[in-house]
């Protein structure tokens, strides 16, 4: 038994083992509400709630992805049950991150705080475990907290069943919701719960997040790299986080640190540099120049959907500068520079149309089998569209005379009479229709417009085709009509022979034959080019008036 030896401690002596790698986007998460970013008013909000002791049994947190929605549950659970170092603390809105509870929570483990993802738990039977659970007292805290995330994924009978526990709960709970599409949760639960949309970062407040965060873990980065990464983040500290995260990896591979032009190569942006040229060529005409640099971007790999999303950014940028916003503190001094300079020499209608030009260009691009070619076919668009004057100035062109008018086409002239009319007689279809409008028969006067094709109008006999159906009554009521307002007595008949066009007829064709005219001239259809699918508007031709 001497010779038993157990040597248990020798595994100690050796070193630990490595901590698996966080990805940024947990390791930087929020563990106090001062490090929520860009959502004061809610922070304030709660602050004061808790201060005063008016603290609401359901929260309900909406918003885009990454913008701290799970994080600030968390922190409120945190909030509600911190004792502090000492342990006698009671609820704040600065936990102390130190004490037990605090510790528990943050490391997802405390008993009487509990998360439920209602994406994988929709059902009626989920819900009911939780009222069922909510009837008994916290174990090791001051609240039992239940943290439900993407709440709207719960089902009709799911939410009905938490409706009555959600309304009236046990003191000792409190309700955390967190929702992205806050459209999908039942009116009755949203009037249960204290709501708080929380807001997108915006990219200044982003891109000064990234720079603490690299600094944090000992790298370098270009202002330049972080402004782009959080415009590509579309206010989501996460999606930014994770690019940061890969911007990070690329970098330390090639032993530099995180560079603009890696970045743009990672993401497939366009350099915005290069676009600006491309924007300078568009409002210059030079179609040629245009093209090619757009093939360079394609051929560096850049998506031509980026590339006219960056035009539309430029356009939205220039349009601001104009109005006089101020300017993005995130952009480049460079790019500041330009949009000013070109709001300077732009007017408001150009821009809109650029905006508009681009914007169906971008969307043709991005369903199109073939999207460089789509993309070069907007640009020339564009190209050709900046030649031409705005609509308030081809409708002065028009209104002042100066695109010609059509050549008035001699009227077909009337079939020949075998008896000269009564000069007091209507001579042709127009005046008989004018008679009956002067004397009060509109409806018959309409009526004529719509079916009277002569084959024959030698006054006071008519003779009206009916290759065409025409009512039956039609010819016994214009000759009575006739009749009592000339005195003379008209013959009405009809034939089965080919006949004139009704006025209708005749006036449609009129207005067709005008349409085409106008969309021949150079500077109409050039417009029309430029803007597929407008339509041409306003009076109808009158030949009499031309």
Same mark, same amino acid.
């Given at each position: 038994?001497?010779?038993?030896?157990?040597?248990?401690?020798?595994?100690?002596?050796?070193?630990?083992?490595?901590?698996? !790698?966080?990805?940024?986007?947990?390791?930087?998460?929020?563990?106090?509400?001062?490090?929520?970013?860009?959502?004061?008013?809610?922070?304030?909000?709660?602050?004061?709630?808790?201060?005063?002791?008016?603290?609401?049994?359901?929260?309900?947190?909406?918003?885009?992805?990454?913008?701290?929605?799970?994080?600030?549950?968390?922190?409120?659970?945190?909030?509600?049950?911190?004792?502090?170092?000492?342990?006698?603390?009671?609820?704040?809105?600065?936990?102390?991150?130190?004490?037990?509870?605090?510790?528990?929570?943050?490391?997802?483990?405390?008993?009487?705080?509990?998360?439920?993802?209602?994406?994988?738990?929709?059902?009626?039977?989920?819900?009911?475990?939780?009222?069922?659970?909510?009837?008994?007292?916290? &174990?090791?805290?001051? !609240?039992?907290?239940?943290?439900?995330?993407?709440?709207?994924?719960?089902?009709?009978?799911?939410?009905?069943?938490?409706?009555?526990?959600?309304?009236? %709960?046990?003191?000792?709970?409190?309700?955390?919701?967190?929702?992205?599409?806050?459209?999908?949760?039942?009116?009755?639960?949203?009037?249960?719960?204290?709501?708080?949309? *929380?807001?997108?970062?915006?990219?200044?407040?982003?891109?000064?997040?990234?720079?603490?965060? &690299?600094?944090?873990?000992?790298?370098?980065?270009?202002?330049?790299?972080?402004?782009?990464?959080?415009?590509?983040?579309?206010?989501?500290?996460?999606?930014?986080?994770?690019? *940061?995260?890969?911007?990070?990896?690329?970098?330390?591979?090639?032993?530099?640190?995180?560079?603009?032009?890696?970045?743009?190569?990672?993401?497939?942006?366009?350099?915005?540099?290069?676009?600006?040229?491309?924007?300078?060529? +568009?409002?210059?005409?030079?179609?040629?120049?245009?093209?090619?640099?757009?093939?360079?971007? !394609?051929?560096?790999?850049?998506?031509?959907?980026?590339?006219?999303?960056?035009?539309?950014?430029?356009?939205?940028?220039?349009?601001?500068?104009?109005?006089?916003?101020?300017?993005?503190?995130?952009?480049?001094?460079?790019?500041?520079?330009?949009?000013?300079?070109?709001?300077?020499?732009?007017?408001?209608?150009?821009?809109?149309? +650029?905006?508009? +030009?681009?914007?169906?260009?971008?969307?043709?691009?991005?369903?199109?089998?073939?999207?460089?070619?789509?993309?070069?076919?907007?640009?020339?668009?564009?190209?050709?569209?900046?030649?031409?004057?705005?609509?308030?100035? *081809?409708?002065?062109?028009?209104?002042?005379?100066?695109?010609?008018?059509?050549?008035? &086409?001699?009227?077909?002239?009337?079939?020949?009479?075998?008896?000269?009319?009564?000069?007091?007689?209507?001579?042709?279809?127009?005046?008989?229709?004018?008679?009956?409008?002067?004397?009060?028969?509109?409806?018959?006067?309409?009526?004529?417009?719509?079916?009277?094709?002569?084959?024959?109008?030698?006054?006071?006999?008519?003779?009206?085709?009916?290759?065409?159906?025409?009512?039956?009554?039609?010819?016994?009521? *214009?000759?009575?009509?006739?009749?009592?307002?000339?005195?003379?007595?008209?013959?009405?008949?009809?034939?089965?022979?080919?006949?004139? %066009?009704?006025?209708?007829?005749?006036?449609?064709?009129?207005?067709?034959? !005008?349409?085409?005219?106008?969309?021949?001239?150079?500077?109409?259809?050039?417009?029309?080019?430029?803007?597929?699918?407008?339509?041409?508007?306003?009076?109808?031709?009158?030949?009499?008036?031309?």
């Amino acid at each position: 038994m001497d010779d038993l030896s157990f040597d248990l401690g020798e595994p100690a002596l050796s070193a630990p083992a490595s901590q698996p !790698y966080r990805v940024l986007a947990r390791k930087y998460r929020p563990q106090r509400f001062s490090e929520l970013i860009g959502q004061d008013a809610m922070v304030t909000t709660l602050g004061n709630a808790i201060k005063r002791d008016r603290l609401a049994h359901a929260f309900l947190m909406t918003g885009v992805r990454g913008v701290g929605k799970t994080s600030t549950a968390r922190l409120i659970a945190k909030a509600l049950n911190c004792v502090g170092p000492d342990g006698a603390g009671g609820p704040t809105i600065d936990p102390c991150g130190k004490c037990e509870p605090c510790r528990a929570i943050a490391e997802g483990r405390h008993i009487d705080v509990i998360e439920m993802d209602a994406a994988s738990h929709t059902g009626v039977d989920d819900v009911r475990e939780i009222i069922e659970a909510s009837r008994y007292a916290a &174990v090791a805290a001051r !609240y039992k907290i239940y943290i439900i995330d993407e709440v709207h994924m719960l089902s009709k009978s799911a939410f009905n069943a938490l409706l009555k526990t959600l309304e009236e %709960p046990p003191a000792h709970v409190k309700f955390l919701f967190a929702t992205t599409e806050v459209h999908k949760v039942p009116i009755t639960v949203l009037s249960r719960c204290q709501r708080f949309d *929380l807001k997108r970062i915006p990219a200044d407040k982003l891109a000064a997040h990234f720079a603490h965060v &690299v600094a944090a873990e000992g790298f370098e980065a270009e202002p330049e790299a972080l402004a782009l990464i959080a415009r590509a983040a579309e206010g989501s500290a996460r999606d930014g986080l994770s690019i *940061l995260d890969q911007a990070i990896s690329h970098a330390s591979i090639e032993g530099a640190g995180v560079r603009a032009d890696t970045v743009r190569e990672m993401l497939g942006l366009s350099d915005r540099g290069a676009v600006r040229e491309l924007f300078g060529f +568009l409002t210059a005409g030079d179609a040629a120049a245009a093209l090619a640099a757009l093939k360079r971007q !394609y051929d560096l790999g850049v998506d031509p959907v980026s590339v006219l999303r960056t035009l539309l950014e430029t356009v939205h940028g220039i349009t601001l500068a104009k109005v006089g916003t101020a300017p993005d503190r995130a952009q480049p001094v460079e790019e500041r520079e330009a949009l000013a300079e070109w709001a300077s020499r732009m007017s408001f209608p150009m821009l809109h149309r +650029l905006w508009q +030009l681009v914007l169906k260009g971008h969307d043709e691009t991005a369903q199109a089998a073939l999207p460089i070619e789509a993309a070069e076919m907007a640009l020339l668009r564009v190209i050709h569209a900046s030649q031409l004057p705005d609509p308030g100035e *081809l409708a002065r062109q028009l209104r002042e005379g100066r695109i010609a008018a059509p050549t008035s &086409v001699a009227p077909a002239p009337a079939p020949a009479s075998e008896a000269s009319p009564s000069s007091s007689l209507p001579a042709t279809l127009r005046e008989l229709f004018d008679l009956l409008e002067r004397n009060g028969r509109h409806a018959l006067a309409v009526a004529t417009s719509n079916h009277a094709r002569p084959a024959r109008f030698v006054p006071p006999e008519i003779e009206l085709s009916t290759a065409r159906p025409i009512p039956s009554d039609f010819p016994r009521e *214009l000759s009575e009509a006739l009749r009592g307002i000339t005195g003379e007595r008209w013959r009405v008949t009809t034939v089965d022979a080919p006949g004139e %066009p009704s006025l209708r007829e005749a006036e449609a064709g009129e207005d067709a034959e !005008y349409e085409q005219w106008v969309r021949s001239q150079p500077v109409v259809a050039a417009a029309l080019a430029a803007f597929p699918g407008a339509e041409l508007l306003g009076p109808k031709s009158k030949r009499g008036n031309e």
